[in-house]
Each structure stands twice: as C-alpha cells, then as structure tokens.
C-alpha cells in the first residue's frame, strides 16, 4: 500500500477483535499486501501442495487477480489483512491473514462480498478446509455438491457452496 492510502485514511472504520477495518476497492498498490496475505493463509494449510514459487504468485496476484476481478481488502489501520476477490456470481478468493483469523475480519469481508453480489454467490472451498467449510455454512451458504478436485490445480477434493438472498 502506497503510504499516501494509509495516512489518508483514518483507523476508524468498523471494529474486529482486533481493532478498527476498512474495507475498500484493492488497487494496483495492493499487490504485495494481497500477496503476502495469500502466501500466509496457504501456509498454514499443510495439506496443500505448494506449486508456485512466492514471485510466481506475487506475479499471478499483480497481473491476473487485481486486474480481472473485483478485489476488496480488509485494511486494518494501514496494512492488508485480508482480501476477497470477485469475478462474475464466484467469491474466487475470500483470504485472512493467518494472525487476522477468528476476529471478525473474515464476516465483514463476506458480509461485503454478499452485498455487492445481492442476487447471491458460489464458491469452491477444499473438502479439508472444515474451519472454512464451517464459516461459510454459518454465513448461509448451502453444499452444492462435492468433487474429488479434478477442476483445481491441486488437484484435491473440492466442495462447491452456494449463498442465494
């Protein structure tokens, strides 16, 4: 984040447990913020297998995912500490930095994906991603269906959810 966008915006959004956040529209200066979010989140889940180099992804994040769909970050008072990002009816990304988890910041990021995407949302969340598969299902989303992953890279078991108003 360009240190203009952080002293211009006052720390006084919403509250989490972890203090105040913002959530606003991701620019291009929000690349690295966005990045090491997601970089930090799939660490921590161990059951991945890791494909991409670091400068892969921070590439991948600066020049498909900011410019192809829409990205709103969680800003706690000046730094990235989450992100979702939009593209069509699809939540594609819904991330927290892991020292963000289980504050708040995750349900105020998809309270703001639901209404900016009133009609409704899918998404695709992996099969072993109980604490995610939970969050969601606590936030209205219903199982679509389940697969064995042979649509994502991974190639590990997925389960599609659906949030419809």
């Not at 360009?2 to 991701?26: E, M, N």
């Not at 966005?34 to 991409?52: G, S």
């Not at 990304?93 to 009133?118: C, N, V």
Request: charged content about 25%; overall charge neutral; hydrophobic content about 40%.
């Amino acid at each position: 984040m360009s240190a203009d966008a952080s002293t211009a915006r006052p720390c006084r959004a919403g509250r989490s447990a972890h203090g105040a956040v913002l959530i606003r529209r991701a620019g291009p200066a929000d690349a690295d913020g966005v990045a090491e979010v997601f970089l930090a989140a799939r660490a921590a889940m161990t059951y991945l297998p890791r494909l991409h180099s670091d400068e892969e992804t921070r590439a991948w994040i600066a020049g498909v995912v900011l410019p192809s769909s829409q990205v709103w970050v969680a800003d706690l008072c000046g730094r990235v500490a989450g992100f979702a990002a939009l593209r069509g009816q699809w939540l594609d990304h819904l991330y927290l930095a892991p020292a963000a988890q289980r504050g708040g910041i995750g349900g105020t990021l998809l309270d703001h994906a639901k209404k900016t995407r009133p009609r409704g949302l899918d998404l695709h969340v992996f099969q072993q991603n109980t604490g995610a598969r939970r969050f969601y299902e606590r936030h209205g989303f219903t199982l679509v269906e389940e697969d064995d992953g042979g649509g994502n890279e991974e190639n590990l078991p997925d389960a599609h959810y659906r949030w419809r108003p």
